[in-house]
T-cell receptor
Framework: AQSVTQLDSHVSVSEGTPVLLRCNYSSSYSPSLFWYVQHPNKGLQLLLKYTSAATLVKGINGFEAEFKKSETSFHLTKPSAHMSDAAEYFCVVSATDYKLSFGAGTTVTVRA | EAGVTQFPSHSVIEKGQTVTLRCDPISGHDNLYWYRRVMGKEIKFLLHFVKESKQDESGMPNNRFLAERTGGTYSTLKVQPAELEDSGVYFC?????????????FGPGTRLTVL
């Protein structure tokens, strides 16, 4: 069994300040973990993925995430938020096969 | 390279009517998936095709939903008859492989509203 919990349903940050989106997972097997982003009226876009190589994963648009097995976490960060980062973000786990399990999503608002 | 496309982007129908959603995967991707997000809930897996064959329908909610992928290219998802609880966003995704490390590329979704 696998599941994902996104700890914040909504995060609001000021432009230029750091962004932290928290994700905890549960899996019976060594998982692959993904972060997807959905901008309004757009498809789900892959930001980054962890597949058992380096625990610190760098993605597109300055985002990165760190896999911490001891904490079963895969938090997403960005040092400096930009207005274009306003979107909904999904933490996703895949343990044994192609079935993806999604978190509930975190909506990010960026204040000017 | 064209991404995954879905049609229509929005559909509003009345309870009891039929709706067909279409998905065109990335060219060369044998694997095609349907997912659904009902209002206020997580995105959930519906089914998986490998080429034209249904490999896994474990997420399909009931027999009012019928998915096809004729010729192994595009796929359709028909809801007949539609019920109020079918409202949500239907996503299609495609991938080259099916391991847990393969990336699934998603389309923009079809927003279905059943009145």
């Amino acid at each position: 069994a696998q599941s994902v919990t996104q700890l914040d349903s909504h995060v609001s940050v000021s432009e230029g300040t750091p962004v932290l989106l928290r994700c905890n997972y549960s899996s019976s097997y060594s998982p692959s973990l993904f972060w997807y982003v959905q901008h309004p009226n757009k498809g789900l876009q892959l930001l980054l993925k962890y597949t058992s190589a380096a625990t610190l994963v760098k993605g597109i648009n300055g985002f990165e995430a760190e896999f911490k097995k001891s904490e079963t976490s895969f938090h997403l960060t960005k040092p400096s938020a930009h207005m274009s980062d306003a979107a909904e973000y999904f933490c996703v786990v895949s343990a044994t096969d192609y079935k993806l399990s999604f978190g509930a999503g975190t909506t990010v608002t960026v204040r000017a | 390279e064209a991404g995954v496309t879905q049609f229509p982007s929005h559909s509003v129908i009345e309870k009891g009517q039929t709706v067909t959603l279409r998905c065109d995967p990335i060219s060369g991707h044998d694997n095609l998936y349907w997912y659904r997000r009902v209002m206020g809930k997580e995105i959930k897996f519906l089914l998986h095709f490998v080429k034209e064959s249904k490999q896994d329908e474990s997420g399909m909610p009931n027999n009012r939903f019928l998915a096809e992928r004729t010729g192994g290219t595009y796929s359709t998802l028909k809801v007949q008859p539609a019920e109020l609880e079918d409202s949500g966003v239907y996503f299609c995704a495609s991938s080259q492989g099916t391991t847990r490390t393969d990336t699934q590329y998603f389309g923009p979704g079809t927003r279905l509203t059943v009145l």
